[in-house]
């Protein structure tokens, strides 16, 4: 029951809580008209496509019931693809394809049920996309065998502020989402090194079903993805933002999403604290500007 | 920032302020509701207590941290134990929301569209209610107004979420959040239930200044939830590695190390 006095040591910290994030960084960072750039990925793929930024190729996009007799002949052309909802949330309703146990009539249900809003933001209609699906890296063979991983960058003001992997388990059900079991693995913003991994907000040192140890590992591209996050929150516009990247083996880093309301969890995955990070980016920044006013005077 | 939250305090000071001036200055005696029906009276003492009933949810969700279905769940259900009283209204819940989940199970292997499948649970729901009329009369039971008074739309809202948040996030999470709405409701009925505020608030409806005041003041509470002491509690347990230094080229800013005693408290606000 110690933790009950902890309060006054999170705060010294400059640990951020809820209250604090939804206040300070996303009512006073994040414009809410510019929410729907992130949370439509047609929009956010066209945003990338735009300031050059590489993201898995959209091959068909379902809009409506008329559209739903097209998706066989893309299948037999691409069978390798992912199903998702245009504005789906917490990786609801995504479906990795091709899927031996299920019949087309089976894939057909669940792209009207993605129509429907069944698996969207709010319950409304949508529009279903067929993405390019991101093969394994054999990088990451070891440390995540089941599923795809991605790292999450934390930028406040374009600028990365923490960075965390995430790796999908048996628990999560193959999904990447924290709060569902998935784990979350530190990463040093420096060198791309993995520092520290939690799951369900608690320390582990092993992949839960592997048993692999999960710290001292460095990431490819690591300064490449970082420069790309920072491209992506700047065009965005947003102050608090995630962004999602992925590891395609041929065509390298691609960024996959963007968040508006990332979560804090990142913070326990890095046994670090986000205020100071937050403040020394507020006076980085400043001191640009000062600067740029000397220089100019 | 601290603009922002100073003008919030102000125009909470200003809000509380004004409501005692008004019960300060008001003829005591007089009624304010006095040309209003026995009706009427109902229906205002349902609008008067239902803000209290939102701080209460405020308190809960931002400072204490519980995780309820919607935001105004809680509130709704919390009222209508107030009216039910809380033995018969907790009952008559358990009796709808459990075998409503379990309907909801079965719904889904028909593959509904989203509207069509809310319009048949609330159906089902209220056939559930109409056995719960029926059982209850049988044993001459005066509960014709309990069921009355249970919020159907809020119920059916409860048994799509609790079934959704299973299917996407386990069922323990999804009845830890039935657990918490429950207990942010039990908590309402028994606050406005305390003997007296109902009388009061007829009495004094300009007390709501004050409660809109509170309302504002939470809103700009940026402090820890309770419960995120519970969560961050690692970040405070001592033996953390030191991190390498941040990458904006200052100074080693973000290193996790133990919490010095001599700092200086800083304010919540």
Known sequence: MRWLLRGRGLRELGVVGMNRRNAECILDQNPRALFPIVDDKRRFAALCARIGVPTPPIHGVIESHAQLRQVPSILRELPELVIKPNRGAAGRGILLLPQPEMSPEDIHEHLCDILAGGCSLGGHPDCALLQHRVPKHPDFAEISPLGIPDVRILLYRGVPAMAMLRLPTRDSRGRANLHQGGLGVGIDLETGTTIHAIQRDRTVLRHPDTGTILTDRILPEWHRILEVASRVARAVGLGYLGVDVVFDPEQGPLVLEANARPGLAIQLANRAALGPRVAAIDRQLEARVELTRITLS | ?269
């Open chain 2, 1 to 269: 920032m601290m603009p922002r939250t100073r003008l919030c305090l102000m125009w909470a000071g200003g809000l509380a302020l004004a409501s005692l001036i008004v019960m300060a200055t008001r003829s005591t005696g007089e009624d304010p509701f006095k040309y209003v029906s026995p009706q009427g009276r109902v229906a205002a003492e349902f609008l008067l207590l239902l803000p209290i009933a939102a701080l209460v949810v405020c308190v809960f969700r931002n400072v204490i941290g519980l995780t309820a279905f919607g935001t105004f769940t809680p509130a709704l259900l919390g009222m209508a134990l107030y009216e039910t009283g809380l033995a018969l209204g907790l009952g008559l819940l358990g009796l709808i929301v459990i075998p409503g989940w379990w309907l909801r199970q079965g719904v889904e292997g028909l593959r509904l569209l989203q509207v069509p499948r809310a319009a048949l649970l609330l159906s089902l729901i209220a056939c559930l209610l109409l056995l719960a009329l029926v059982w209850a009369d049988s044993f001459g039971f005066q509960s014709t107004n309990a069921v009355s008074l249970m919020p159907l739309v809020i119920l059916t809202g409860m048994v799509e979420r609790l079934w959704t948040l299973e299917e996407e996030d386990g069922s323990g999470r999804a009845f830890r959040t039935l657990l918490g709405t429950t207990a942010i409701a039990i908590v309402i009925a028994s606050v406005i239930g305390i003997p007296g505020v109902a009388g009061w608030m007829l009495a004094h409806p300009e007390t709501l200044g004050v409660v809109m005041a509170a309302q504002i003041v939470l809103g700009r509470y940026t402090g820890f939830r309770l419960t995120e002491l519970y969560r961050f509690r690692e970040l405070t347990a001592g033996v953390a590695p030191p991190q390498p230094d941040s990458p904006f080229g200052g100074e080693p800013e973000a290193t996790v190390r133990a919490p010095s005693r001599s700092a200086p408290r800083q304010t919540v606000y």
